[in-house]
């Protein structure tokens, strides 16, 4: 299984607080992603990272940044999570930007 | 336009039968082609990953692309319980997939003992 780790699993939050979503990589690989899962909307791309401080939005974007400080770690923030929030999310990563290889997934709950 | 078209299903079948999953898309930019199972409450794991058009087996799975016809197909041979899940389909275009890959929704898969 690709080095990746995410944290936390699980987090139950209230509407309009802040929260950060951790993913930890051990393989030294460029590219890193988040995506969100929903059901009946499948896999979504938030946001992705190329290199250090290097990061641009996917297909659903807003409400969401993201930072990566250094090559291990991708942070995905809710700067004001909203019900519309609750998913799974997914951390991803890829060496050459082709086949990616997800984490075990965030489930968050925002009442 | 970016858009993967996959049943989702239910598809039931008994142990032991050979299982076909397929999706098609239409953007023809696409080059690379991944499978992805994702058991219940777990991350999607990379099962199958070709370039372009053909064939590619690895023990007892297939994964076929054309992409003329821009249908893709992943074939289960002697399916067994354990393989019960959910396959996503994903692809990408060449340095694309900087930006993500483009996954279908996903076909629930039970396998019958």
Redesign the interface.
Known sequence: DAGITQSPRHKVTETGTPVTLRCHQTENHR?M?W?RQDP????R?IH?S?GVKDT?K??VSDGYSVSRSKTEDFLLTLESATSSQTSVY?CAI?A??????????TRLLVL | QKEVEQDPGPLSVPEGAIVSLNCTYSNSAFQ?F?W?RQYS??????LM?TYSSGNKEDGRFTAQVDKSSKYISLFIRDSQPSDSATY?C?M?TP???????T????THLIIQP
């Open positions: 590219y992603y995506y009946g909307h499948g896999l791309l992705y190329y641009d996917g297909e997914f890829s050459l930007a082709e086949t990616q290889y997800f984490g075990p997934g | 690379y991944m992805y409450r777990k991350g999607p794991e990379l990953y996503l994903a990408s340095g694309g997939g900087a930006d993500g890959l996954f279908g929704k996903g």
